[in-house]
């Protein structure tokens, strides 16, 4: 999967690099109207990988690495 830039010209699609796609390559286009709508579809989508993210970093060797972040992180409260 790729992600690329492009605008509506008034009539067609138009991507804003060169992209090297094969012929009949399926694509859906997401037509953000205003900046507030693009920092919203960036937020649904961090939403969406929050699940995945939780299991990755939910692991023995990850709380091994917070145990010492924890230590080597200074922290006024904990002074």
């Known amino acids: 999967m ?3 830039d492009g605008h ?3 009539q067609h699609i138009v991507l804003d690099d060169a992209v090297a796609l094969k012929t009949d390559a399926r694509v859906k286009v997401i ?3 205003n900046g507030s709508e693009e920092t919203e579809m ?7 990988s ?3 993210f939780q299991k990755i970093w939910d692991n023995p060797l ?3 690495y ?4 924890s230590v080597l992180t200074f ?3 904990k002074a």
Do not use: H, N, Q, Y
Not at 42 to 48: E, Q
Not at 66 to 69: E, H, I, P, R, S
């Open 50 to 52: 929050e699940s995945v």
């Open 62 to 64: 990850d709380a091994d």
């Open 66 to 69: 917070d145990k010492l972040f």
């Open 8 to 10: 509506f010209d008034g």
């Open 31 to 33: 037509a953000i109207e």
């Open 75 to 77: 922290s006024p409260e």
């Open 42 to 48: 960036i937020r649904a989508c961090a939403r969406l």
């Open 2 to 4: 790729k992600t690329m």
